[in-house]
């Protein structure tokens, strides 16, 4: 059982290895005049972010997307670019609301998990065109009072939504975490679905499990206190966080010490585990793969001294997740085959 128990050990509990986003959301300081052009002052309060990948290989896609996200105590605004060099060729025709005809042309859904409880979301949906489809899961009798604007250019057409809170049943404030996703639906030349935080293929767009993070306001020590929220749902992929990087620096070093802290409670607990064994093989080959760990936990924390950029903060916490997923498989079955010699 030991050896069955330290060889568990090596493999990570990860049912996928997606990045999990996360998104300060600064609060607006005046409300976005919605013209579709996302050209008011305000928006450069919000991180530009792209990188969209490809709904089945998760590849880059091109032509790309791009977002904006702000708050207020009223409603949550999305600013969305979406670049497009065969524009001569779009259909611009406008479809009744809620009709799904809206997907087959060119369109980008907003998701909305407004209490991060993965259970109760919603689907807003925007043509070119100007068109909305809005939905409570996959149900479309949700109306979500929403505005819209959309503007056509020469080869890009961008878009201003505008989602009342009231209708998402929440309340903003500072710190709130809201589960979200961006996705785009591109039916020129060839048809190509992409979206912003990766899903699972299986079940299409709509997966709130894996939705990227807002964090209304959030501030470096905010998000570096959330590691177990944005973790819901037992995600092991790395936290990354777009701002700018002084912030994100901050911001790593806080997760950084969460997991650090985590770390250190989950060799405690071997160690404790240690000490009850009689096996005295067992207890000698626990002390050295406890004593592994700790080797293995000082590297990582002098790594974490230096700079954390994106780069260096994702190789962290890859590793730090996969000590932890060992750790967690060594004392949980520890504590089996301790509980299996009671009886």
Same mark, same amino acid.
């Given at each position: ?102 997907? #087959?042309?060119? %369109?980008?859904?907003? =998701? ?8 109760? *979301?919603? !689907? $807003? +949906? ?108 037992? #995600?092991?992929? %790395?936290?990354?966080? =777009? ?8 911001? *790593?070093? !806080? $997760? +950084? ?87």
């Amino acid at each position: 059982m030991l050896v069955s128990m330290l060889a568990l050990g090596q493999v990570a509990l990860a049912a996928d290895s997606f990045p999990i986003n996360v998104y300060p959301c600064p609060r607006a300081d005046s409300a976005p005049v919605l013209d579709g052009e996302l050209d008011d002052a305000v928006w450069q309060q919000a991180p530009l972010v792209s990188g969209f990948t490809l709904y089945e290989s998760g590849e880059l896609t091109s032509p790309q997307t791009a977002c904006r996200l702000l708050w207020d105590d009223r409603y949550l605004y999305l600013g969305a670019r979406c670049e497009e060099p065969l524009m001569e060729q779009v259909n611009l025709t406008r479809t009744a609301h809620d009709e799904h005809a809206l997907f #087959r042309g060119e %369109a980008v859904e907003f =998701f909305i998990d407004p209490d991060h409880n993965h259970a109760r *979301y919603y !689907q $807003l +949906a925007f043509s070119i065109a100007g068109s909305l489809y809005d939905g409570e899961g996959m149900s479309t009798t949700w109306d979500s009072r929403a505005q819209v604007k959309t503007f056509v250019g020469p080869d890009f057409w961008s878009a201003e939504i505008a989602v009342p809170w009231e209708t998402l049943k929440s309340r903003p404030q500072a710190g709130k975490v809201v589960g979200f996703n961006v996705s785009r639906d591109r039916n020129v030349g060839e048809q190509l679905c992409s979206s912003w935080a990766r899903v699972d293929t299986a079940l299409g767009f709509h997966d709130p499990e894996r939705f990227a993070h807002l964090v209304l306001s959030g501030t470096p020590e905010m998000i570096g206190k959330l590691s177990g929220e944005l973790r819901k749902g037992e #995600r092991t992929g %790395a936290i990354t966080v =777009f701002s700018a990087e002084g912030f994100a620096q901050t911001t *790593y070093a !806080q $997760l +950084a010490a969460a997991e650090f802290a985590e770390v250190e409670g989950l060799l405690a607990d071997l160690d404790r585990e240690r000490l009850k064994e009689k096996d005295p093989a067992a207890v000698e080959e626990i002390g050295r793969r406890v004593g592994d760990f700790r080797a293995r936990l000082t590297d990582m924390k002098a790594a974490a001294e230096g700079p954390l950029d994106a780069a260096a903060w994702t190789e962290l916490d890859l590793s730090l997740q996969d000590l932890t997923a060992a750790l967690r498989t060594i004392v949980g079955e520890s504590r089996l085959k301790a509980l299996l010699e009671r009886i």
